[in-house]
T-cell receptor
Framework: SQELEQSPQSLIVQEGKNLTINCTSS?????LYWYKQKYGEGLIFLMM?????EEKSHEKITAKLDEKKQQSSLHITASQPSHAGIYLC????????????FGGGTRVLVKP | DADVTQTPRNRITKTGKRIMLECSQT?????MYWYRQDPGLGLRLIYY???????NKGEISDGYSVSRQAQAKFSLSLESAIPNQTALYFC??????????????FGPGTRLTVL
């Protein structure tokens, strides 16, 4: 079974509305990465979280890592068509780092 | 120019054929990775290399082999392609830098179809 579970698997949101994606692990996360993938293209790095309770923002996207470092959320405020794509969370497998395990991805569609 | 390039971008082949996917990077990174992406399964690690002399199996290496020809080049081979190897393949690079936590930089992907 996958070590990282993302929810929802897909969502459709009206332009201007907010959305939240969750990424849950059964093990402590040493580093949690969020990537965005446009359909049929490569992955674009969004943010990385390390510390329990950490929160980072970039433009209208905010990512948080819970205190126990087992769950992260990605929140998009006032969604735009440019936010459409597949969002993936990835996690370091251990302190030695850099071998990422990915969640199954969340497909986001923004309706104008 | 892109920092991580993959060739070909699309490939259709037949069962039993040998296929090589190539990856080149200009980022000067020592670490390179090959992943495959299947719908709903995210990305799964096939092989990774932390330097030219270091090759390691990932979680789904069966049916695949790799070659690290130089720091900048990492190729993935399917010795005898089978239909369930139809997927989107990504190459990625990273640099240890400070500590162990560094983003990976991905190529644009190769869409492989095995008939």
């Amino acid at each position: 079974s996958q070590e990282l579970e993302q929810s929802p698997q897909s969502l459709i949101v009206q332009e201007g509305k907010n959305l939240t994606i969750n990424c849950t692990s059964s093990k402590t996360l040493y580093g949690l990465y969020w990537y965005k993938q446009k359909y049929g293209e490569g992955l674009i790095f969004l943010m990385m979280l390390q510390k329990g309770g950490e929160e980072k923002s970039h433009e209208k996207i905010t990512a948080k890592l819970d205190e126990k470092k087992q769950q992260s959320s990605l929140h998009i405020t006032a969604s735009q068509p440019s936010h459409a794509g597949i969002y993936l969370c990835g996690a370091d497998k251990g302190a030695a780092g850099n071998k990422l395990t990915f969640g199954g991805g969340t497909r986001v569609l923004v309706k104008p | 120019d892109a920092d991580v390039t993959q060739t070909p971008r699309n490939r259709i082949t037949k069962t039993g054929k040998r296929i090589m996917l190539e990856c080149s990077q200009t980022k000067g990174h020592d670490r390179m990775y090959w992943y495959r992406q299947d719908p709903g399964l995210g990305l799964r690690l096939i092989y990774y290399s932390f330097d030219v002399k270091d090759i390691n199996k990932g979680e789904i290496s069966d049916g695949y082999s790799v070659s690290r020809q130089a720091q900048a080049k990492f190729s993935l081979s399917l010795e005898s392609a089978i239909p369930n190897q139809t997927a989107l393949y990504f190459c990625a690079t990273s640099d240890p830098g400070q500590g162990s936590y560094n983003e990976q930089f991905f190529g644009p992907g190769t869409r492989l179809t095995v008939l």
